[in-house]
């Protein structure tokens, strides 16, 4: 099995030097993180290569180059590169999934630019895949490949990960193509995010723009289950832990100790971002500063920018007030000994960051909003045994995995300032105890333990699809069905009637049989050996009028009326529920717009299928947990259904009806067809050779699938 890796960038980007091409390290944490893993698997990887070139011998040369580490690129043109990457990718998506509104820069050309880039990615990929590789798509650049991927490969096992924030639905949905976003991230088997609260995002923002129901993290769609969950990114703990021991990390540990070591060091590492609260920061040290000069001369702060975008006008416009600010303060508060802030526009090599990591009193980690920040963690594995404070802002995925820590809104200035004076001081063994319960978490959760965890997950999840897709009814299996339905001399038939033999209606008046399901109906009856049964929660007098002329046996209210031999009969008397239950009922109704009250002989029925899906979900579990001590208290169930919360007596269940029919006959072939959560009753009680047949979302109950309700009946006209 081989694992491809799909994401914006390759671990090597080419730089064109004269003739030539130079290749070195990709910035960033994605690349650095998903290069260093330790895995079993073959590991292979799609993406840019960071250069652009329209030459068709220069791609081949950096082709055949990076086909050496198992790298494959996908060469983009200029238009394509602003408008996918610096357009849609960075201009619009970034700036809302890290909740800066009022930056979201919308243009057409941009969408169209990231489905054609999309498209890209998905053609290099479908020239490499086999249908037993696994696929790993990273980050919100590639958001509509795995459905692209899926329509290839309906089997291929596809995973996403999402390593920035997923935003509020509030937010979300102001998102123009919002829809084809999430359809495009519903062709994984496992979506993956930093934090439970992003997932919580998601599936929220699932539910009320595709309709979608999550329970318990997964969704089921027609032919498989898509599962999310939060797999929180780490590091090379040991990598960043014994750094101090080599040679070259100790050199230079010791030429920054000369240069800064004479006072007190508050470190931040950032790219240049509007997301990573940077001119924030520098206020809360101005403040410092300003409030505490007692401090002056005794405390630097060193800030590592990496270049980011800075040809773009606001990363350009940060920088200036940035670089402005930073002169300001130095101007302000510097001495002939001291300066406040070194500042530094570039990126260090390894080795003198860990050694600044370990040198460090304080690292400074406040982002406005970001998916995780490793600079976090790298900093307290490299600390190793010296002593340090972690001042990370809440916003940080980071900040869930690091509660010693200091954690503050980075918003707030006051805060900043506060965070700055508890860390200097905090005595030492306090900040040594932080440190260590710190690196226990971080040392277990690695990067490596990130990578595996999320495989395994995908794995799983593969496991359950190869087993759910041997259920849906294909060309073999219907023949196989129509065979022994041919040889069998005694068969039940049970056929639940909305969502199954006619599809749902806006009212449940409206879902009226039409004249195919007589015909069929008709057919199955006209054969002696069938004995066929409507099992339905439809009220005796609705199901009579519609179907009381044909020669079949109906289960009304889900048992609680049988007509068989042409007599009904009734199982339970009386009216169970009392006046409180319908208070609770019309309160609810009352606050939930579209949702109405159905009464029964023998059960009442909330219907909520014209409710935003939100809004019904909450009333829901709200309707539930008020009814809860009531209908205990009368012996009754409370039955969720489809769109529906039914209260009704226990003993009027699907599986009551199937369990009498099989005690009193024995038959040679078992049917039993149903779309609802009731019609698992009906599946769990029929005996394993049965065929049980959900339709619509996969069951772990039925032991096969059709795929939606219009197959319903074609698939009995099959078996005639």
């Given at each position: 099995m081989r694992l491809f890796i799909i994401s914006n960038r390759l671990p090597l980007k080419?730089?064109?030097?004269?003739?030539?091409?130079?290749?070195?390290?990709?910035?960033?944490?994605?690349?650095?993180?998903?290069?260093?893993?330790?895995?079993?698997?073959?590991?292979?990887?799609?993406?840019?290569?960071?250069?652009?070139?329209?030459?068709?011998?220069?791609?081949?040369?950096i082709r055949l180059y990076l086909e050496k580490f198992h790298f494959f690129p996908v060469f983009l043109s200029s238009r394509q590169i602003h408008d996918y990457y610096e357009g849609y990718s960075n201009s619009t998506v970034w700036p809302l999934c890290h909740y800066f509104f009022s930056y979201v820069q919308y243009d057409r050309s941009f969408w169209q630019a990231y489905r054609e880039v999309n498209q890209l990615f998905c053609e290099v990929a479908v020239s490499l895949i086999r249908a037993d590789d696994m696929v790993w798509v990273q980050d919100y650049q590639l958001m509509l490949l795995p459905a692209m991927?899926?329509?290839?490969?309906?089997?291929?096992?596809?995973?996403?990960?999402?390593?920035?924030?997923?935003?509020?639905?509030?937010?979300?949905?102001?998102?123009p193509e919002k829809a084809e976003v999430l359809k495009g991230l519903l062709g994984a088997d496992l979506i993956a995010f930093h934090t439970h609260d992003y997932m919580r995002h998601f599936s929220i923002a699932v539910q009320r723009v595709c309709h979608l129901n999550f329970r318990f993290g997964e969704v089921r769609l027609v032919n498989r289950i898509v599962h999310a969950d939060a797999f929180p990114m780490g590091i090379n703990y040991r990598l960043y832990y014994d750094s101090i021991l080599r040679p070259e990390v100790e050199r230079a540990l010791y030429q920054l100790?000369?240069?800064?070591?004479?006072?007190?060091?508050?470190?931040?590492?950032?790219?240049?971002?509007?997301?990573?609260?940077?001119?924030?920061?520098?206020?809360?040290?101005?403040?410092?500063?300003?409030?505490?000069?007692?401090?002056?001369?005794?405390?630097?702060?060193?800030?590592?920018?990496?270049?980011?975008?800075?040809?773009?006008?606001?990363?350009?416009?940060?920088?200036?007030?940035?670089?402005?600010?930073?002169?300001?303060?130095?101007?302000?508060?510097?001495?002939?000994?001291?300066?406040?802030?070194?500042?530094?526009?570039?990126?260090?090599?390894?080795?003198?960051?860990?050694?600044?990591?370990?040198?460090?009193?304080?690292?400074?980690?406040?982002?406005?909003?970001?998916?995780?920040?490793?600079?976090?963690?790298?900093?307290?594995?490299?600390?190793?045994?010296?002593?340090?404070?972690?001042?990370?802002?809440?916003m940080a995925g980071a900040a869930i995995e690091l509660p010693e820590a200091l954690l503050i809104n980075p918003?707030?200035?006051?805060?900043?300032?506060?965070?700055?004076?508890?860390?200097?001081?905090?005595?030492?063994?306090?900040?040594?105890?932080?440190?260590?319960?710190?690196?226990?978490?971080?040392?277990?959760?690695?990067?490596?333990?990130?990578?595996?965890?999320?495989?395994?997950?995908?794995?799983?999840?593969?496991?359950?699809?190869?087993?759910?897709?041997?259920?849906?009814?294909?060309?073999?299996?219907?023949?196989?069905?129509?065979?022994?339905?041919?040889?069998?001399?005694?068969?039940?038939?049970?056929?639940?009637?909305?969502?199954?033999?006619?599809?749902?209606?806006?009212?449940p008046q409206e879902a009226l049989p039409h004249t195919?399901?007589?015909?069929?109906l008709e057919a199955l009856v006209g054969d002696s050996r069938n004995k066929v049964v409507i099992c339905s929660g439809r009220d005796l007098d609705t199901l009579e009028r519609w179907f009381g002329h044909l020669s079949l046996e109906i289960a009304a209210e889900h048992g609680a009326f049988y007509k068989t031999q042409g007599k009904w009969l009734q199982n339970v008397h009386g009216e169970l529920w009392n006046e409180e239950i319908l208070n609770l009922l019309q309160q609810i109704i009352d606050k939930t717009?579209?949702?109405?009250?159905?009464?029964?002989?023998?059960?009442?029925?909330?219907?909520?299928?014209?409710?935003?899906?939100?809004?019904?979900?909450?009333?829901?579990?709200?309707?539930?947990?008020?009814?809860?001590?009531?209908?205990?208290?009368?012996?009754?169930?409370?039955?969720?259904?489809?769109k529906i919360v039914e209260?009704?007596?226990?003993?009027?269940?699907?599986?009551?009806?199937?369990?009498?029919?099989?005690?009193?006959?024995?038959?040679?072939?078992?049917?039993?067809?149903?779309?609802?959560?009731?019609?698992?009753?009906?599946?769990?009680?029929?005996?394993?050779?049965?065929?049980?047949?959900?339709?619509?979302?996969?069951?772990?109950?039925?032991?096969?699938?059709l795929a939606e309700q219009s197959q319903t009946l074609p698939f009995l006209r099959a078996l005639l």
């Open positions: 080419a730089q064109r030097v004269g003739k030539e091409f130079r290749f070195s390290r990709s910035e960033g944490g994605l690349a650095t993180g998903l290069d260093s893993l330790e895995m079993s698997v073959e590991k292979y990887w799609i993406g840019w290569p960071g250069l652009y070139t329209e030459n068709e011998g220069e791609k081949e040369n991927l899926r329509t290839y490969f309906p089997a291929v096992s596809i995973g996403y990960f999402h390593h920035i924030p997923f935003p509020s639905y509030e937010l979300f949905r102001v998102l100790s000369q240069n800064l070591g004479r006072y007190k060091l508050i470190l931040t590492v950032d790219r240049l971002d509007y997301s990573k609260g940077i001119l924030h920061r520098l206020k809360g040290f101005e403040l410092f500063l300003e409030k505490h000069p007692e401090y002056r001369e005794k405390v630097s702060l060193v800030m590592i920018i990496v270049p980011s975008r800075d040809q773009v006008k606001k990363y350009a416009d940060l920088k200036m007030k940035m670089e402005e600010m930073i002169g300001t303060i130095n101007g302000e508060y510097a001495t002939l000994n001291w300066t406040p802030i070194h500042y530094f526009y570039h990126g260090f090599p390894f080795e003198e960051l860990v050694a600044l990591y370990h040198l460090a009193d304080i690292a400074l980690v406040t982002p406005l909003r970001d998916g995780m920040n490793l600079v976090a963690k790298e900093y307290v594995a490299a600390k190793r045994e010296r002593p340090g404070i972690l001042i990370l802002s809440e918003n707030d200035i006051n805060e900043i300032e506060r965070a700055i004076c508890k860390a200097l001081q905090m005595p030492k063994q306090e900040q040594l105890k932080k440190l260590r319960r710190m690196q226990q978490v971080i040392s277990r959760q690695t990067v490596n333990k990130w990578a595996a965890d999320f495989v395994a997950g995908l794995q799983n999840i593969r496991r359950r699809n190869d087993v759910l897709g041997r259920k849906l009814i294909g060309a073999d299996l219907k023949a196989y069905f129509r065979t022994v339905y041919a040889k069998a001399l005694h068969r039940l038939i049970m056929l639940d009637y909305d969502g199954t033999l006619v599809g749902f209606a806006e009212e195919e399901v007589y015909e069929v717009p579209g949702s109405m009250l159905e009464i029964k002989r023998t059960s009442v029925v909330w219907h909520y299928r014209n409710v935003n899906n939100w809004l019904a979900g909450v009333r829901e579990k709200q309707l539930i947990d008020s009814l809860r001590r009531p209908c205990e208290q009368l012996g009754l169930h409370i039955m969720r259904g489809n209260i009704k007596s226990p003993a009027c269940t699907k599986g009551a009806v199937v369990r009498k029919l099989l005690e009193k006959e024995h038959y040679d072939f078992m049917m039993a067809i149903g779309d609802d959560t009731t019609d698992e009753d009906m599946f769990e009680a029929m005996p394993a050779n049965a065929v049980t047949i959900k339709i619509g979302e996969l069951s772990d109950n039925a032991r096969y699938n």
